[in-house]
Structure formats: structure tokens, C-alpha cells
């Protein structure tokens, strides 16, 4: 923006240079924005630049581990390693998925302790299909439920009942209250 124009807008001095601040201020913060977008350009370019040279490397070598035994037994040792452990990894998270089914489902069945009646189950036969659901369990907890009738919450029903619960000791309240006051 030029003072010429604003000046031909009839505006005072004192307008103008608020003008001119403002709009100057507006200019900076957009120069200071396309610098940060010059900047993000170039730091994309060198990445792309770096992982072209790393993809080179790799290509480099891969051509010299082929004449290589000694590299291509370390890499056959570091698959095998790499097998081994995913495979174990796995059993892993079976069996930690067996025992929060295991859990929910003796907590379902309202066992005092858990790992008490865990330790009675032959968990052997226990399996957990693809649903997440635990077979093998029913005939194993019917069984321990018979034989340790104590390790399981049954609820206690009381036949409770409160005194003067049919209303018939009750006085009427405002003979109650007339007799207070004789």
C-alpha cells in the first residue's frame, strides 16, 4: 500500500501512519510464513536426497553380501533369532489372553479368589477359541464347585424383617400429640 493512494482518500497524517503500521505488520508476519515454507521445501528436499543415497547403499550392499558367507550367515542367524522370538512373542500374548479370559470368567462365576480355583483347574484342557471364549472350563468349574463349595460366592438370602413392619403398633400422630400436651 502507498501513502500516494491513501493520501488521495483525503486522510489525515496521524490515519495514514496507523495505516502503514498496520499493513507493515501484516507484510512481516507473511514474509515471516513463506520463509518457514522456504525452509520446510529445503529440509524436504535434503531427506529425499539422504533416503535416495540410503536406498543406494542398500542396493550397494546387498550386490556385495551375495559373494559374501560370512554375511549371509549372520543374516540367515538374525532371521532365525527374529523367528524365534515373534514366536514367542505370540505364545506370549496367547497365553496372556487365556489368563484375563480365564480371570473374567471365574470373577464371572463369582469365585472368592481366583487364583486359589486357578490352581485347581487342569489347564491343559483349557482353551481359548477365535471368539475369545474359554472351552474347556463349565465341566472343570461344575466339578470344583461340588468338591470346594466355599470358594464360591453363592449370596446369602436373610429373612429379615423389621419390627412393626404391618403399621398396626402405630399410633396416630395426632392423638400422640394431644396426649403430650394433657
Same mark, same amino acid.
Request: charged fraction near 35%; glycine fraction near 6%; hydrophobic fraction near 35%.
Given at each position: 500500500?502507498?501513502?500516494?493512494?491513501?493520501?488521495?482518500?483525503?486522510?489525515?497524517?496521524?490515519?495514514?501512519?496507523?495505516?502503514?503500521?498496520?499493513?507493515?505488520?501484516?507484510?512481516?508476519?507473511?514474509?515471516?510464513?513463506?520463509?518457514?515454507?522456504?525452509?520446510?521445501?529445503?529440509?524436504?528436499?535434503?531427506?529425499?536426497?539422504?533416503?535416495?543415497?540410503?536406498?543406494?547403499?542398500?542396493?550397494?550392499?546387498?550386490? =556385495?553380501? #551375495?559373494? %559374501?558367507?560370512? $554375511?549371509?550367515?549372520? *543374516?540367515? +542367524?538374525?532371521?532365525?533369532?527374529?523367528? &524365534?522370538?515373534? !514366536?514367542?512373542?505370540?505364545?506370549?500374548?496367547? =497365553?496372556? #489372553?487365556? %489368563?484375563?479370559? $480365564?480371570?473374567?470368567? *471365574?470373577? +464371572?462365576?463369582?469365585?472368592?479368589?481366583? &487364583?486359589?480355583? !486357578?490352581?485347581?483347574?487342569?489347564?491343559?484342557?483349557?482353551?481359548?477359541?477365535?471368539?475369545?471364549?474359554?472351552?474347556? *472350563?463349565?465341566?472343570?468349574?461344575?466339578?470344583?464347585? &461340588?468338591?470346594?463349595?466355599?470358594?464360591?460366592?453363592?449370596?446369602?438370602?436373610?429373612?429379615?424383617?423389621?419390627?412393626?413392619?404391618?403399621?398396626?403398633?402405630?399410633?396416630?400422630?395426632?392423638?400422640?400429640?394431644?396426649?403430650?400436651?394433657?
Amino acid at each position: 500500500m502507498k501513502r500516494d493512494l491513501l493520501k488521495g482518500m483525503n486522510l489525515t497524517e496521524d490515519q495514514i501512519d496507523k495505516i502503514m503500521k498496520v499493513n507493515g505488520t501484516d507484510i512481516e508476519a507473511a514474509k515471516a510464513t513463506a520463509g518457514d515454507v522456504e525452509a520446510i521445501k529445503q529440509e524436504n528436499d535434503s531427506l529425499k536426497a539422504q533416503l535416495a543415497d540410503r536406498s543406494k547403499d542398500i542396493t550397494v550392499l546387498k550386490k =556385495q553380501a #551375495k559373494g %559374501n558367507d560370512d $554375511l549371509q550367515s549372520q *543374516l540367515q +542367524s538374525l532371521q532365525d533369532k527374529y523367528t &524365534k522370538e515373534t !514366536e514367542k512373542l505370540t505364545d506370549q500374548l496367547a =497365553q496372556t #489372553k487365556l %489368563n484375563g479370559a $480365564l480371570t473374567n470368567a *471365574l470373577t +464371572s462365576a463369582k469365585a472368592r479368589n481366583p &487364583k486359589t480355583v !486357578e490352581a485347581l483347574l487342569d489347564m491343559d484342557k483349557l482353551n481359548l477359541d477365535d471368539d475369545g471364549k474359554l472351552t474347556g *472350563l463349565d465341566d472343570q468349574l461344575d466339578a470344583i464347585k &461340588k468338591d470346594n463349595a466355599f470358594l464360591f460366592d453363592k449370596g446369602t438370602q436373610s429373612d429379615y424383617e423389621p419390627g412393626g413392619g404391618n403399621g398396626s403398633s402405630d399410633q396416630d400422630q395426632v392423638q400422640a400429640m394431644v396426649d403430650a400436651f394433657k
